[in-house]
C-alpha cells in the first residue's frame, strides 16, 4: 500500500505562483510513476505533469514551460512548483502514485488551487 499525504495550494493572482507538495509513505520501492492531476467543476480530472522512477517528465501541453514537476527521493516526496498561474489553471490538484506490479492507484485527498484574474 501507498498512502499519500498534499499540501500547499492556494489562492493567487494571475501570474502569481504555487507550489504542492506530495508526500509518500507505505511500499515507496513499488511506486512505478509519481504524477499530479487536477479536476476543474464540471471537467474530468486530467493529468497534469508525472515522472516516472527513472526520471522521466512528462507534461500537458498547456502547462509546458510553466509547471515543473520534482521529486526528493529522501523524503519519498514529489513537487509541483507552478509558475504564471493562470485562471484557467484554477483547479483542485491530486496526487497520484502508480505503484505495484498490478499498477494500482493510490490518491492523494486533493488541495484547491484557485489562480483569479
Known amino acids: 500500500q501507498v498512502q499519500l499525504a498534499e499540501s500547499g495550494g492556494g489562492l493567487v493572482q494571475a501570474g502569481g505562483s504555487l507550489r504542492l507538495s506530495c508526500a509518500a509513505v507505505g511500499s515507496i520501492f513499488s511506486i512505478n510513476t509519481r504524477g499530479w492531476y487536477r479536476q476543474a467543476p464540471g471537467f474530468r480530472r486530467e493529468l497534469v505533469a508525472a515522472?516516472?522512477?527513472?526520471?522521466?517528465?512528462n507534461y500537458r501541453d498547456s502547462v509546458k514551460g510553466r509547471f515543473t514537476i520534482s521529486r526528493d527521493n529522501a523524503k519519498n516526496t514529489v513537487y509541483l512548483q507552478m509558475n504564471s498561474l493562470k485562471p484557467e489553471d484554477t483547479a483542485v490538484y491530486y496526487c497520484?502514485?502508480?505503484?505495484?506490479?498490478?499498477?494500482?492507484?493510490?490518491w492523494g485527498q486533493g488541495t484547491k488551487v484557485t489562480a483569479s484574474s
Open positions: 515522472i516516472t522512477s527513472g526520471g522521466s517528465e
Open positions: 497520484n502514485a502508480n505503484w505495484g506490479i498490478s499498477r494500482r492507484d493510490s
